[in-house]
């Protein structure tokens, strides 16, 4: 056998093993490395929910009038370094482009935090996603509970979850 062909193949043998990339890190280790980075501020910060009602520009508007203040979102991000937020009045629903719209603009003001952690957006989706205009709406969790009907629970958690993310929650 040929010497040198025989080297050869040594040589790209040993580069693929010692080529082979890390494993990738556990989630549980990126959460802890986040962690980690974090200030004291910023964790209570993560750790804190207002209501979309704070960030509006002009709170007496109907819901489906209302704008997100930058200024507002701005502070709540930056300086008070909030996690999550939460949609609790119960005035109206927005159209998809316009949770889209809401959300992305929430996200986008997240992306210049210093980690950049999106935030944590809620609305109320237990039976439908109500605040969602054109959504299905469901009996409410008791009623359901009563049917004893499990795949039928299944199926509304997986319609409300489904229309719930097309809105970008």
């Given amino acids: 056998m040929n010497p040198f062909i025989f080297i050869l193949v040594f040589i790209i043998n040993i580069n693929i093993i010692f080529t082979v990339p890390p494993p990738l890190t556990s989630f549980d280790d990126r959460v802890n490395a986040l962690l980690d980075q974090m200030s004291d501020e910023e964790k209570v910060g ?13 709170p007496s508007k109907p819901w489906n009038e209302i704008e997100i203040d930058p200024v507002k979102l ?17 005035s ?11 959300i992305g603009k929430i996200q986008d003001e997240a992306k210049k935090s210093r980690l950049s952690i999106p935030i944590l957006y809620g609305i109320d989706s237990i039976h439908g996603a109500n605040f969602i205009r054109n959504a299905v709406l469901f009996p409410q969790a008791t009623g359901l509970a009563a049917t004893f009907n ?3 629970a299944r199926e509304i958690g997986k319609i409300s979850a489904h229309q719930t993310r097309a809105a970008g929650i």
């Fill in 46 to 58: 993560q750790m804190t929910q207002i209501a979309i009602d704070l960030l509006v520009k002009d």
């Fill in 74 to 90: 701005a502070t709540a991000i930056q300086k008070y370094k909030i996690g999550s937020i939460l949609r609790i009045t119960d």
């Fill in 92 to 102: 109206g629903a927005y159209a998809l482009s316009q949770w889209q719209d809401i």
């Fill in 150 to 152: 499990t795949t039928l």
